[in-house]
Each structure stands twice: as structure tokens, then as C-alpha cells.
């Protein structure tokens, strides 16, 4: 089985994880932890706990986190070694929709194909719009 875990500085992950169940639903393999906020500064020790509390032999957590090279993303670094740990940073909505509705049995394929996904959906949307048609007929 597959768990997610979002983390983040402040309240950007409670609001990921809002965010995807106001969409799909309530999600029992989600999980969050707002980093830095009333003390909450042992990142390492409360992915631990959440490793030890809902993830079993053989299940696999992809954790999100919110910026490359961040402290909340240095902070997990350490799980990298564990094979069925996987991160990814850089997290968006349509990121953690996408991976969390794709399971192909394939986590480095999901994870990817999830990548080129997020990266599709973002872009300056002035030029855009200015660059696409819109006909009538398509409302």
C-alpha cells in the first residue's frame, strides 16, 4: 500500500491536504505535518512517528515537501536510504492529485510521469490565454 505524506514550513501542507480531499475525498493513507509551527521543529522524529504509527512492512510513503534544498526538505534527507521512502520536492496540487489517483505498480514511472504532469500545469497565464483560441462554441 501506498501512503503520502506532506510536509512543509507553516501551514502550506494542512492546506495541500485539504485541498486534495476537497477534490477526491477523504484520503486515509494522507497525512501532513506543518513544520516550525508551536514548536514543531524535529522534523525527522515526527516522520518517524508516522512511519511507526500507519506504515507497514512493505508499504511504501512518498513524502512531498515544499522547496528543493529547504530545511524542511534537508530535514528528510535521511529517510532516502530506506528503498520503499521516496521524495519529492517542489510540490503543487496537480503533483499530489496526480500521484495520489496513479498507482501503475510502478513508483519511479508514477513519480515521474506525476513530474512531467505538475510542470505542464504551470505557466504565465497572461501569455497563455493570449496564445489560445477560445471559441464560443466550446463554452
Same mark, same amino acid.
Given at each position: ?9 507553516? /501551514? ?15 484520503? $486515509? +493513507? *494522507? ?10 521543529? +524535529? ?18 510513503? *512518498? ?10 526538505? +534537508?530535514?528528510?534527507?535521511?529517510? /532516502? ?49 493570449? +496564445?489560445?483560441?477560445? *471559441?464560443? $462554441?466550446?463554452?
Amino acid at each position: 500500500m501506498r501512503h503520502y505524506l506532506l510536509i512543509s514550513h507553516g /501551514t502550506l501542507a494542512e492546506g495541500m491536504k485539504s485541498s486534495v480531499e476537497l477534490i477526491t475525498g477523504k484520503q $486515509e +493513507n *494522507l497525512y501532513f505535518i506543518n513544520a516550525y509551527i508551536d514548536g514543531n521543529t +524535529n522534523i525527522p522524529q515526527e516522520v518517524s512517528k508516522i512511519i511507526d504509527q500507519y506504515i507497514a512492512q512493505g508499504d511504501e510513503l *512518498l513524502i512531498f515537501t515544499d522547496i528543493l534544498g529547504g530545511s524542511v526538505n +534537508n530535514a528528510v534527507t535521511e529517510f /532516502t536510504q530506506n528503498p520503499q521512502i521516496h521524495i519529492i520536492t517542489g510540490m503543487n496540487l496537480p503533483l499530489v492529485l496526480n500521484i495520489l489517483l496513479e498507482d501503475n505498480g510502478t513508483i519511479g514511472a508514477d513519480i515521474e510521469s506525476s513530474l512531467e504532469l505538475a510542470k505542464e500545469n504551470m505557466c504565465y497565464y497572461n501569455k497563455y490565454i493570449k +496564445n489560445t483560441v477560445i *471559441l464560443d $462554441e466550446d463554452f
